[in-house]
């Protein structure tokens, strides 16, 4: 049994520390924000998978069919946030001055939807899953537990971000490093909604034929 756990903690914990759009979002959060917005992010990524990780489970036991569905209507919605997401670093690149926006409902609101819109997320929850659980005898007590360790992972690996470039931004001038880092945010924001685009297709005309 702890051989079970400590293999899915180790899995997990690589997943979440892949570069993805839950770290970018957090070191984006980290460079302009305050530190209350930026745990309220990091709070909201982690929230965020746990709804994934519930939605992922109900799919394995109750409609594993709709998979392909699913994923697809997560990719349209993801591809046109991570748009968004480009356009909003790209505006803050051109900004004469920082702004330090403090609402941390807004930044939790924000993180949850970059869990719920990103389909390797679910991807992750469908198909690993399935590798710790007997999907005919599964109760929800071991998912939840998955669960909760998936987010604890975000918490501390996300939290790690944010200590280290806290740390480079102090070293270095603030101003250059998040005009530079927005404008490589911005980029990464569009090439993951081309990408998800890319991937809606693909799975629209494998749906159809």
Do not use: W
């Not at 180790?10 to 993805?20: E, R």
């Amino acid at each position: 049994m702890n051989t079970y756990f400590i293999s899915f903690f180790i899995l997990s914990l690589i997943t979440v520390s892949s570069p993805g759009p839950a770290v970018l979002f957090t070191i984006n959060n980290t460079l302009n924000c305050r530190l209350t917005k930026t745990l309220g992010g990091i709070l909201g990524v982690a929230t965020g998978i746990l709804l994934v990780a519930v939605f992922a489970t109900l799919l394995i036991i109750f409609a594993a069919n709709t998979l392909d569905f699913a994923v697809l209507l997560i990719s349209i919605a993801g591809s046109l946030y991570f748009f968004y997401l480009a356009f909003n670093s790209l505006q803050k690149s051109v900004q004469k001055e920082i702004k330090k926006d403090n609402q941390l409902i807004n930044s939790f609101q924000h993180g949850i939807l970059i869990s719920l819109l990103n389909p390797k997320a679910l991807a992750f929850f469908v198909f690993i899953f399935p590798l710790y659980l007997n999907a005919k005898t599964i109760s929800f007590q071991k998912p939840a537990l998955l669960s909760l360790i998936f987010s604890f992972n975000v918490i501390i690996v996300h939290s790690i971000y944010t200590i280290i470039f806290t740390r480079i931004a102090k070293s270095i001038d603030l101003k250059k490093l998040t005009y530079i880092f927005n404008k490589i945010s911005a980029a990464l924001f569009f090439t993951f909604g081309v990408l998800l685009i890319k991937q809606t297709i693909e799975n629209t005309s494998n749906l159809f034929t």
